[in-house]
């Protein structure tokens, strides 16, 4: 069992940055991928990014490679989105996911998943 516990979104003015946090509980964080998704008002909700088990391996959706960096600190039992040149597109809820397979996290098909962080990006 993973519980997952998002933290650090907020308001921020347009080409600023932040530093989503996800902290994870149980004892095999280590083993599972990890991914960040993010939902906007009255929009589904889309793949950010995701990293492999040992947070070597990372992929990024298009809109925001180059921008922002997924990373895993297994010795606090938290991933990491850093988040620059923000826009006001970005502005959405981000969440968290967890699963052992990279390839569904991706899908969106986590077994586990955070509440959710709002991030607002004015212009």
């Known amino acids: 069992q993973v519980q997952l516990v998002e933290s650090g979104g907020g308001l921020v003015q347009a080409g600023g940055s932040l530093r989503l946090s996800c902290a994870a509980s149980?004892?095999?964080?280590?083993?599972?991928?990890m991914g960040w998704f993010r939902q906007a008002p009255g929009k589904e909700r889309k793949f950010v990014a995701a990293?492999?088990?040992?947070?070597?391996?990372?992929h990024y959706s298009d809109s925001v490679k180059g921008r922002f960096t997924i990373s895993k600190d297994g010795t606090k039992n938290t991933v990491y989105l850093q988040m620059n040149s923000l826009k006001p597109e970005d502005t959405a809820v981000y969440y968290c996911?967890?699963?052992?397979?990279?390839?569904?996290?991706?899908?969106?098909?986590?077994?586990?998943w955070g509440q959710g962080t709002q991030v607002t990006v004015s212009s």
């Open positions: 996911a967890a699963d052992q397979s990279t390839s569904t996290v991706i899908a969106g098909l986590s077994d586990y």
């Open positions: 990293c492999n088990w040992s947070g070597g391996s990372t």
């Open positions: 149980g004892r095999t964080f280590s083993s599972y991928a």
